[in-house]
């Protein structure tokens, strides 16, 4: 181990991260360790982002590392760790992968330093437009050059005839009178809080016939409300329990308390808001394992070492009839990934008892990775249900783990196969209201003939309520699904369009993938769903 200039790493040196954080300069892949990093130079965000190592075993051993796909492992340059935590070794390790212009923060600075050039249909029909100007010019000044000539004009009157008529084709002023009137715009603009950098731009403001809007945290508030819980019971749901605080201890509540990312920074729980609703809902506290003492306590309670333990909150703030006293501690975390829908994490209970499994993800997602018997048999006509009226709904499992009773082994234990084969547990619903000036503003574009579109990886009839409350989609203007299946086994792909309001009713369309790019469908990535207008293509 030796000490360097951070201008000295290249690709493939292994550094030491320090536990009280650092600027990172260069981008790196983590080895060991956890790291609650600030990305918000590069990402505008101001919430923490917790970062993992990155995965072992077979599976991992064949994938190939790329930046965005393992971005939850990949601490970018730049950025600020705020702190570090190993629990497998002393020290928090990364390899660097990137340095320099080849980083995302050099990427970024290049883009400022040497911007592409923009080429606007405006600019070049303005150069048209002028050339076109120059040739009538051209040719009104030979015509009149020949007459004056014959008519044996004086060579200076000639030329001032000449120069006349090329000022009269193509006026001087022109450009300024465009100057004139961006000016006049931007001032019109400022009137109404609006502010622009970059006059130029005003031009194109008239040209915009379409906006894009993500969903939540832009069309709705940003945080979530819990609504409350739907437990399974047998082959069947419970009602909702409105007050997760007054559930009984089981499997359900230990997923609530356990299944997030949040962390302690200073003390205070930071991490997805939704994770951070969730935790607070159930009353809980987390506990870092920090120091000597508190490891040594941890490992006679649990037999175990933990990342966090889950402490119930005091006797006194617990009901009467649904009171908990026993810890729970989390071995291991697998964090949200967007393209696997879901998120997990292996705890374990106080003595000799195995480990458990818990999941929360998407319920379409969940169910799969569930034993079928587990599952209610009017799964989807609840969730339906819940996502018509606008409900964020998450699906919640789990499954014991008699083979995993250490940390080190929760370490060693492959994702996929702590992910399959769980029991369903039941919906956890939240509410996402609208913000106040939402409909106003779609309301504003669609008079303005603007076509507005939500793109969002949520439940498509969750979207369908919110542009329905937003007046995206208008009351009685009709909705279809398109579901997109890739070819396989020499069957070409398909089309399946469900109309919103008649799900049973389907039509199913074969495509060529030729056909699909002539038309220029656009389909939407992890569950999109784009609105149709009337007289507007289809919603995906």
């Known amino acids: ?150 008519n044996q004009v004086p060579a200076w009157q000639i030329v001032l005839r000449g120069l006349d008529i090329v000022t009269v084709v193509v006026p001087p002023a022109l450009p300024a009178a465009m100057t004139v009137g961006t000016i006049y715009a931007q001032n019109r603009l400022k009137k109404h809080g609006i502010f622009c950098i970059s006059p130029p731009r005003i031009n194109l403001c008239g040209k915009v016939r379409l906006v894009c809007f993500d969903k939540t945290g832009t069309l709705t508030e940003e945080g979530l409300d819990i609504w409350g819980v739907m437990p399974r019971e047998d ?13 009984s201890n089981g499997p359900l509540l230990r997923c609530l308390v356990t299944c997030h990312t949040v962390s302690l920074l200073r003390d205070q729980p ?15 506290t987390q506990e870092t394992v920090e120091g000597v003492e508190v490891e040594a306590q941890v ?15 005091p006797l006194e703030d617990q009901p009467s009839d649904a009171q908990h006293t026993v810890p729970i501690a989390v071995l291991r975390r697998f964090p949200f990934a967007s393209s696997l829908q879901r998120m997990s994490v292996l705890v374990k ?31 989807s006509e609840m969730l339906r249900h819940y996502t018509s009226d606008g409900f964020r709904v998450l699906g919640l499992s789990y499954k014991p783990l008699a083979a995993v009773r ?12 702590v992910e399959s084969g769980m029991l369903f547990l039941g919906f956890l619903l939240m509410k996402n209201l609208l913000k106040p000036e939402t409909a106003p503003v779609i309301h504003l ?23 329905r409350s937003c007046r995206m989609v208008e ?12 070819p396989s086994d020499g069957q070409p792909s398909a089309l399946k369009f469900i109309p919103a309001e008649s799900p049973p009713q389907q039509l199913e369309v074969r495509w060529s993938l030729l056909l699909l790019e002539e038309t220029g469908m656009q389909l939407g990535s992890h569950g999109g769903w784009l609105p149709r207008q009337a007289g507007g293509p289809s919603p995906e």
């Open 445 to 467: 574009l669609r008079s303005a003939e603007i076509r507005t579109v939500m793109a969002t990886g949520d439940n498509m009839l969750t979207a369908v309520n919110v542009a």
């Open 1 to 150: 181990e030796t000490t360097m200039n951070s201008t000295d790493l290249v690709p493939g040196d292994c550094i030491v991260v320090p536990t009280d954080g650092m600027f990172v300069p260069c981008d790196v892949a983590l080895l060991t360790g956890e790291c609650m990093v600030n990305e918000s130079l590069l990402t505008g965000e101001s919430t923490p982002v917790m970062k993992t190592p990155l995965p072992k075993g077979p599976p991992a051993a064949s994938s190939i590392y790329s930046p965005e796909e393992h971005r939850r492992h990949t601490i970018f340059c730049g950025t600020q760790v705020l702190q570090a935590k190993s629990y497998v070794g002393a020290e928090v390790l990364a390899v660097v992968i990137r340095t320099g212009f080849c980083t995302a923060k050099g990427d970024l600075i290049s883009s400022i330093l040497y911007p592409k050039p923009l080429d606007f249909k405006f600019y070049k029909d303005a150069v048209k437009f002028v050339l076109f100007l120059a040739v009538l010019a051209a040719l009104g000044t030979a015509y009149s050059i020949f007459i004056l000539i014959q």
């Open 406 to 417: 250490t940390f080190e082994e929760a370490q060693e234990v492959p994702r996929d196969s």
């Open 349 to 379: 209970l106080p003595g000799g008892t195995p480990s458990e499994a818990y999941m929360k993800g998407a319920p379409e997602m969940v169910a799969s990775r569930c034993k079928q018997e587990s599952v209610p048999g009017d799964f």
């Open 235 to 247: 082959s069947s749901f419970l009602p909702i329990v409105h007050e997760v605080r007054c559930m």
């Open 299 to 313: 490992v006679r309670l649990f037999g175990s070492k933990a990342l966090v333990v889950m402490k119930p909150p």
């Open 475 to 486: 009351v009685g203007e009709p909705v279809v699904f398109v579901n997109a299946v890739p």
């Open 270 to 284: 930071v991490g997805d808001p939704m994770d951070l609703k969730m935790l607070e809902s159930t009353g809980w």
